[in-house]
């Protein structure tokens, strides 16, 4: 680990220690990015009101500029200067917040936030989480943090900092190693309108535990427009191909297997979804760099968290 007398910078993976989160915090007021742990995947993180910061985002993901970024924020009362809560929102807020749900929301007219944030649109995607050193540099750095996942657009998310670096290669910006990520998937996403919510993106909270909670089934989603990551039908994609329900893989095809299919890998022999989720891009990172020609995937109960390692791997196979 380097000392104070030698600021960290581009390209370098070091862990993620106070010294490590004061220099990360500094590089994103100074306008640079930074990739970050948090619960669910790595994020590429940059001052969500810096247009210049913004646009280095998705300058170095090869992000289309009409797919708006999540926006992380240490509370509810900075969510407040963001986005306009009515009570469903707050609701969910107090329930989930620090948590891995994103919330889509009406952006309030004043929000700091740069332009390219939203994509143009008049909602804004926000989200409060829960690990540590995430938390830690939101404080640190005094900043709204934009922070889509820190990997190539349409690759492959990142659940360990190794990851960030085998997809930008030498546009590997600092990157502060926290290990592995717990809940190893991006967020749930909810639209909150008109007095209703909807489903946009399944993730580690799932659809049938919010309408629980919230007492009301989810409104369906009608519009075509992309309002959230995830939305994209290829996304999360390995450089090979992907099959899936695969039972038995044919001999060019590196096989992830579930429970009783053992294949090369197993997500959880077990057949614990919380998990399979939690292994699975790692999984796929490793299947992707083997000496086969393409993946086969076993059949995951869709059901629970499992409805969300479905979605992913369907996009990644699309």
Same mark, same amino acid.
């Given at each position: ?9 581009? +390209? ?190 399944? +993730? ?115």
């Amino acid at each position: 680990m380097m000392t104070g007398s030698n600021p960290l910078g581009h +390209g370098q993976i070091v862990k993620a220690d106070s010294y490590a989160v004061d220099e990360a915090a500094a590089v994103l007021r100074g306008g640079g990015i930074v990739a970050v742990p948090t619960e669910t995947v790595y994020g590429l993180a940059a001052d969500a009101t810096n247009a210049d910061a913004v646009a280095a985002i998705y300058r170095t993901k090869g992000r289309p500029d009409f797919n708006p970024l999540i926006v992380h924020v240490p509370d509810h009362a900075a969510a407040e200067r963001l986005a306009r809560f009515d009570d469903l929102a707050a609701m969910l807020s107090v329930r989930y917040w620090p948590g891995p749900l994103t919330l889509v929301l009406p952006l309030q007219p004043t929000a700091p936030v740069a332009r390219a944030v939203t994509a143009g649109l008049r909602t804004i995607a926000l989200r409060c989480p829960a690990h540590p050193v995430m938390q830690l540099l939101l404080r640190e750095s005094g900043l709204f943090l934009a922070a889509p996942s820190a990997n190539r657009s349409g690759g492959i998310s990142p659940t360990r900092a190794e990851h960030v670096a085998t997809s930008f290669g030498e546009a590997t910006p600092l990157v502060l190693d926290a290990g592995p990520c717990s809940a190893g998937l991006e967020s749930t996403i909810v639209a909150v309108r008109d007095g209703g919510w909807q489903y946009l993106r399944p +993730g580690p909270i799932s659809a049938k535990e919010i309408e629980a909670f919230l007492g009301q089934p989810p409104a369906p989603v009608t519009d075509a427009k992309i309002e959230a990551p995830g939305q994209l039908a290829s996304h999360y994609a390995p450089t090979k191909p992907v099959r899936l329900d695969a039972v038995t893989p044919t001999p060019d095809e590196w096989h992830i297997g579930f429970g009783a299919i053992a294949g090369d890998e197993n997500l959880s022999i077990d057949e614990d979804l919380a998990a399979a989720a939690a292994r699975l891009f790692d999984t796929l990172y490793r299947a992707d760099s083997s000496d086969r020609k393409a993946i086969a995937v076993a059949p995951i109960p869709n059901e629970g968290i499992g409805i969300a390692i479905n979605d992913r791997l369907i996009r990644a196979a699309a």
